[in-house]
C-alpha cells in the first residue's frame, strides 16, 4: 500500500474552509444529505427489517478520553474539556474484544473516540490484541499526529488496516514529526506493504457540524434537521466506562443506552432503549430530542459498509430471483 496526502480540494477548499467557514460548512452538508439520503433510508429499513439487529458496521472503542490537540470544533479539545477523566480497565477492554471475537465480527474497529488514542500507553499493547482475536476485521487508527513518530509507527502497522493521520494546523503545512514519518515511509516502501497510510491535511479553526450542540464554534440552532441519520444503526459507540453513547456527537457523554459492565455486548447493541432511539428517527431527526438538532453526517467509512450490504443484499435478492423462476 502507500502513503499519501489528502488536502480536500487543495488550496481553493483549504481557503475556503478559513475565509467562508459557515458557509463551507453548511453548502457540503446539504450536498451530503441530498447525496446519501436515498441509501441511508434503504439501509434503515433493511436493519429494522430484521429479527434482532444487524451487526454494527463500525465499532469505536476509546479506551481514553483525553486528547491533546486544541480543534476549534470539539469539545474534547485540551482547552474545552469538561468530562470527567475515563481511563478504560483492561478487564474490560479485553472483554469486549473477546465478545466481537465471538460474535465473528468483521466489520471495521478503532480504538478511538472523542480523544487522542495515543495517550493511551497501552494503545499498541491493545491493538495487537484486536488483530489476534479479530483477524478478519479492518482495524485503522485515526491520530492527530502530534506525538507520532516513525517508530511508533512502525510498532503499530503490523496491527492496522489503516493509519490516518489528521495534520490540524494553521498554514497547510505538515507538522515537522509528521514531514519525518512522510518522507521515511515514501523512502522504505517495503515497510509499509500491509498498510495504508493517509495524511489529512486538516485547518485547525475549520466549521464543521454542531455535533447536537456541543461543537464549540457552530451551536445547533431551533431549525429541526429532518434527514435520518444512520449512526444508530451503524455504529457501536463505546466509551471508557463501558456505556453505549449514541454517538461522536455525545462529546459530553451525557446518553447512555447500554452498560457493558453490567450487560454483554449483543445485549446492549439490542438494548430497548437502542431501540427506541432507532424507531424514533427511522423517519427523521425531529422524532428524538437529543438528535433533532443535530445536523452531523458522516461521509467516511459507514457510506461505503452500508453500500458494500445493499449490494450484497441486491445480488443475492437476484440470484434467489432467478432460482425461482428456473
Not at 29 to 48: D, W
Not at 109 to 133: M, Q, S, W
Not at 168 to 176: A, E, G, N
Not at 273 to 287: A, F, T
Amino acid at each position: 500500500m502507500s502513503i499519501r496526502i489528502h488536502n480536500f480540494m487543495g488550496r481553493f477548499g483549504w481557503n475556503m474552509r478559513k475565509y467562508f467557514p459557515v458557509f463551507s460548512s453548511n453548502s457540503y452538508l446539504k450536498l451530503q444529505f441530498l447525496m446519501r439520503n436515498r441509501t441511508q433510508k434503504a439501509y434503515i429499513e433493511y436493519f429494522m427489517s430484521q429479527k434482532e439487529a444487524p451487526q454494527p458496521l463500525v465499532v469505536n472503542l476509546e479506551t481514553i478520553n483525553r486528547c491533546n490537540s486544541t480543534c476549534e470544533f470539539c469539545t474534547a479539545n485540551k482547552n474545552a474539556e469538561k468530562r470527567p477523566y475515563k481511563r478504560m480497565e483492561e478487564s474490560l477492554y479485553y472483554s469486549i474484544i473477546d465478545q466481537l471475537a465471538d460474535w465473528n465480527f468483521k466489520g471495521h474497529l478503532t480504538l478511538y473516540g472523542n480523544n487522542e488514542p495515543l495517550l493511551d500507553t497501552r494503545i499498541v499493547e491493545f491493538h495487537k490484541y484486536a488483530r489476534e482475536k479479530l483477524p478478519e476485521a479492518f482495524i485503522f487508527m485515526s491520530t492527530n499526529g502530534l506525538i507520532l513518530s516513525v517508530d511508533k509507527v512502525k510498532e503499530i502497522k503490523p496491527y492496522v488496516n489503516q493509519l490516518i493521520i489528521n495534520n490540524y494546523c494553521l498554514d497547510m503545512k505538515l507538522h515537522p514529526n509528521v514531514q519525518e514519518i512522510y518522507e521515511y515511509v515514501k523512502a522504505h516502501p517495503q515497510e509499509f506493504e500491509d498498510v495504508e497510510i493517509l495524511i489529512q491535511m486538516r485547518y485547525l479553526k475549520e466549521v464543521l457540524t454542531n455535533r447536537a450542540g456541543s461543537a464549540p464554534n457552530k451551536q445547533a440552532t431551533q431549525k429541526v434537521i429532518k434527514e435520518t441519520c444512520l449512526m444508530p444503526y451503524t455504529d457501536l459507540w463505546i466509551v471508557p466506562d463501558g456505556k453505549l453513547g449514541i454517538c461522536c456527537c455525545d462529546n459530553l457523554e451525557v446518553t447512555n443506552l447500554a452498560d457493558l459492565t453490567k450487560v454483554s455486548l449483543k445485549e446492549g447493541w439490542n438494548s430497548e432503549p437502542y431501540k427506541k432511539l432507532r424507531e424514533s428517527i427511522r423517519n427523521g431527526r425531529q422524532g428524538h430530542g437529543f438528535c433533532k438538532h443535530c445536523d452531523f453526517i458522516d461521509a467516511g467509512v459507514r457510506m461505503d459498509a452500508v453500500e458494500d450490504v445493499l449490494k450484497h443484499r441486491a445480488a443475492n435478492h437476484g440470484a434467489r430471483q432467478s432460482l425461482f423462476k428456473h
